[in-house]
């Protein structure tokens, strides 16, 4: 205060760095709101699942390669050649998840048997370590969870997802938990209403081995992500991991 009366010059110059970096960040949210909307318009123009995975590789997987960011420093020359001449990395970063979200989102109301969606995971491990960690997340990997089990009914590619998840770092949230207590209950149902069944193919599924193991899997996952959850609403830390073998 003594300072800013003594020298008023001081603070003057203090406020116009404050007046510029609150502009800067309005710009920033503004590029980011405008790429968002751009994307989305391109996705909405669609017509097959095809074409949205066009408009994400275009959008989302070209330019994260040239970002390169597991190699050298990224070449803004190559990433505009790619992307465009105002392109600002910064809104790169904070727009690729959403783009890749709102793709599976539709990817899954529109074409719910299309295959594309498992594509996603795979491509961004192609792109490297930091590719997956800008594009893989929780919201994402629920969306795959719900597409896996709507389109196979597969408890091996649900434990699949989630091993992934862990292996991966991603966090667990109430949406995972909800899908698996889906899940589970469907299979207590269906284990229980089997007996009832006269079908001798049918009753012959629920005898094998790899089925009902499967299915208990998915319920020691569904305790686990229950106490990470849990654990994570009472403010503690994530447990360790637990072993499911």
Not at 60 to 69: M, Y
Not at 207 to 221: C, L, Q, S, T
Request: charged share 30%; proline share 4%; with cysteine.
């Amino acid at each position: 205060m003594a300072e800013a009366v003594l020298n008023p010059e001081v603070e003057q110059a203090q406020q116009k760095k404050r007046d510029a970096a609150r502009r800067a960040k309005l710009r920033l949210m503004t590029a980011i709101k405008d790429e968002k909307t751009r994307v989305f318009n391109l996705l909405s123009q669609t017509q097959t699942d095809r074409e949205i995975w066009d408009v994400l590789t275009r959008e989302v997987f070209e330019k994260i390669s040239a970002l390169d960011l597991d190699g050298k420093p990224a070449s803004l020359k190559r990433l505009r050649h790619v992307a465009g001449a105002d392109l600002d990395p910064k809104v790169l970063f904070q727009t690729l998840s959403p783009h890749i979200l709102v793709a599976t989102r539709m990817l899954r109301k529109y074409h719910p048997t299309s295959p594309l969606p498992f594509q996603i995971i795979p491509t961004l491990k192609s792109l490297g370590r930091s590719a997956y960690a800008l594009g893989a997340t929780t919201p994402l990997y629920n969306i795959l969870l719900r597409v896996v089990w709507t389109q196979h009914s597969s408890y091996t590619y649900i434990d699949n997802l989630l091993t992934d998840m862990e292996n991966g770092g991603i966090e667990f949230d109430v949406t995972t938990l909800k899908i698996l207590d889906g899940v589970c209950r469907e299979w207590r149902a269906l284990h229980k209403g089997h007996k009832a069944i006269s079908s001798v193919p049918i009753k012959s599924i629920f005898r094998m081995e790899h089925f009902a193991e499967g299915a208990r899997r998915v319920e020691r996952w569904r305790d686990l992500v229950k106490e990470r959850v849990e654990k994570v609403a009472r403010g503690g830390k994530l447990s360790i991991k637990r072993e499911l073998v």
